[in-house]
Every structure is written in C-alpha cells, then in structure tokens.
C-alpha cells in the first residue's frame, strides 16, 4: 500500500523560511514526477512545484522565485524549501504524484504564515 507522509510544516512570522519533506512508502516512486500540492481554507487544491524523474522543475507563479523543490538521493523523498514566505502561503501541504492520483493523498502538513 502506497503511503505520502509529509512532515516539516508549522507556524512561521512573514519572511520566514520552512522545509517540507515527504517520504514515500510501498512503491519505489523514482521513475514518477512528483508534486507539491497546497489547499487553503475555502479554496481548490493547487500545484505549487513539479519535478521529473530527470530532476526537471515548474513552479506555480506565485511561488516562483521563493519556493525550492528538489528529491532525496533515495528518489523516494521530495523536498520543498520555501523561503519569503507570506501570509497567502498559508494552506495545507501535500505531495502527490504528477498527475495526481487520489489513491495517494495524505494527511498533509500544515504551515501557517502569521505574526
């Protein structure tokens, strides 16, 4: 059974920086592209970066810029570095693959931009 386990989010000040890291289990996922996904409160999930197999990114445009993703040396771990972060960041955090499957959503990570 596939499982997405994202860690890493919590309450920052504005301009702060945070490290989300997702781990996969059950399936080795090294030859997927894979996302980081984020939905805030009364809005629809969105992409905010992308990475291929290759090690190829795309960024949302509201990220661009600020946001990092990256994979782990093992290929079943993706990062995501955001730096400057703003109060519009505020959502819940999950990867996924790309497409996304919903046979693989997780519980997410929360991160919350706020003075």
């Known amino acids: 059974q596939v499982q997405f386990v994202e860690s890493g989010g919590g309450l920052v000040q504005p301009g702060g920086s945070l490290r989300l890291s997702c781990a996969a289990s059950g399936t080795m996922f090294s030859f997927h592209s894979m996302g980081w996904y984020r939905q805030a409160p009364g809005k629809q999930r969105e992409l905010v970066a992308r990475?291929?197999?290759?090690?190829?990114?795309n960024y949302g445009d509201n990220v661009k810029g600020r946001f990092t993703i990256s994979r782990g040396n093992a290929k079943n771990t993706v990062y995501l570095q955001m730096n400057s972060l703003k109060p519009d960041d505020t959502a819940v955090y999950s990867c996924?693959?790309?497409?996304?499957?919903?046979?693989?959503w997780g519980q997410g990570t929360q991160v919350t931009v706020s003075s």
């Open positions: 990475i291929t197999s290759g090690g190829s990114t």
């Open positions: 996924n693959v790309w497409p996304p499957s919903n046979d693989y």
